[in-house]
């Protein structure tokens, strides 16, 4: 079942983050984070692994270009379609 949680980031919110994580974690649940910047992506794998201990073997962290790549890959057996790096960002 695919879940869907949003918002703008926020400092405050990374407890809020790391809680909802942590529950769907102790679910087992495969679970996808998408951040706008590859910068917002490592923070939160960080804070997710190193600060607050989680186990983030099934978690993907991705942002919206790095997504957009590997659904193509997946959909198209790893070939490229396009090789321009900017059109994902478009």
């Known amino acids: 079942m695919l879940k869907v949680c949003y918002g703008p980031f926020h400092p405050d919110?990374?407890?809020?983050?790391?809680?909802?994580?942590?529950?769907l974690a102790a679910r087992?649940?495969?679970?996808?984070?998408?951040?706008?910047?590859r910068l917002l992506a490592d923070r939160l794998q960080r804070l997710a692994a190193v600060e607050k201990g989680?186990?983030?073997a099934d978690v993907h962290f991705h942002t919206f270009s790095?997504?957009?790549?590997?659904?193509?890959?997946a959909a198209w057996g790893?070939?490229?379609?396009?090789s321009d790096p900017v059109f994902h960002d478009r």
């Open 54 to 56: 989680l186990a983030v």
């Open 66 to 73: 790095s997504l957009a790549l590997e659904a193509t890959a």
């Open 78 to 82: 790893g070939a490229r379609l396009l």
């Open 13 to 23: 919110l990374e407890e809020a983050f790391a809680a909802r994580l942590a529950q």
């Open 28 to 37: 087992r649940a495969r679970v996808l984070v998408v951040a706008p910047s």
